[in-house]
């Protein structure tokens, strides 16, 4: 098992930024993604960003060049850099993690984050 606890959400607002940062413990193997998803009430949860083990990142189109995915491999945890913030950027965030030889897909409790207009 592989438990994973969030932090750093909070109010902003539009223009500022904030960082989320998700901690990993338990089981881990060395080759693994972490991901940061949001959702919006009564709307699907929505991939934000992705980071492999080897480094490796993804992003949705709505927040690349605005939000930075990092990792620290040996304290397994990811931290999601937001800046320039907008009222669309509101949400629950959830870090997400997934690794080789476990079926098993790992969720956190979810942060909230609001933007002000």
């Known amino acids: 098992q592989v438990q994973l606890v969030e932090s750093g959400g909070g109010l902003v607002q539009t223009g500022g930024s904030l960082r989320l940062s998700c901690a990993a413990s338990g089981r881990i193997f060395s080759v693994n993604t972490m991901y940061w998803y949001r959702q919006v009430p009564g709307n699907q949860r929505e991939l934000v960003a992705s980071i492999t083990s080897g480094g490796s990142t993804g992003y949705h189109g709505s927040v690349e060049g605005r939000f930075t995915i990092s990792r620290v491999n040996g304290k397994n945890t990811v931290y999601l850099e937001m800046n320039s913030l907008k009222p669309e950027d509101t949400a629950v965030y959830y870090c997400?993690?997934?690794?080789?030889?476990?079926?098993?897909?790992?969720w956190g409790r979810g942060t909230q984050v609001t933007v002000s207009s």
């Open positions: 997400n993690f997934r690794q080789i030889g476990d079926g098993n897909d790992y």
